[in-house]
């Protein structure tokens, strides 16, 4: 009887693990679609000087939230068809990219990048909020529910790219506690 009882309870821990690690699993998921959103609320509202049918998105470093962005790739973003593909940091080259979704870099890598690609229209968006504060332009950040993300309005003066209103706006009211 108390062999049942050692069973019955082991069967109650694994079970809640279970469940813990599913609901978790769930979670995770949901912010990852969130953060897609969100990416592709930003790309639909950007403005390139040059007009394409294609928009290429790059990404690059060691990603938390781009699986979602990955299994986005072929589907249009305003009237262009987003193409999306993962690129290692050094070899990306002027014109493989209107915009770049960063993971896990290096400054000195980001710097680099930045200096390759300087005067040249190109969007970028990192999980790190530290890449913000050396030129990113649009850095995630979990609040709350769901994703949030800051802006260097620097960065996005001098990229050449036209970003609505709305978005800044966006980026400005979720920064207010």
């Known amino acids: 009887m108390a062999c049942a009882g050692r069973w019955a309870w082991l069967l109650a821990l694994c079970l809640a693990w279970a469940s813990t690690t599913a609901r978790a699993e ?23 000087p040059a007009d394409s049918a294609v928009l290429r998105l790059c990404v690059t470093g060691a990603t938390a939230y781009a699986s979602g962005l990955m299994q986005s ?63 990113a332009m649009f850095c995630l950040r979990r609040q ?8 260097n309005l620097d960065s996005v003066a001098r990229s050449g790219l036209r970003i609505s209103p709305k978005v800044l706006q966006l980026a400005r009211s979720r920064a207010t506690p």
């Open 26 to 48: 769930a979670e995770a998921e949901d912010h990852v679609q969130a953060v897609t959103r969100t990416v592709l609320g930003i790309l639909g509202y950007t403005r390139w």
């Open 73 to 135: 790739s072929g589907q249009m973003v305003g009237t262009q068809r987003l193409d999306v593909r993962r690129v290692e940091i050094e070899q990306l080259k002027a014109t493989d990219c209107e915009g770049i979704y960063l993971g896990d870099v290096e400054e000195l890598q980001w710097r680099s990048l930045m200096r390759r690609e300087a005067g040249r229209p190109l969007l970028t968006i990192s999980e790190r909020s530290a890449l913000c504060r050396i030129g």
């Open 144 to 151: 709350g529910e769901g994703p949030g993300f800051e802006v």
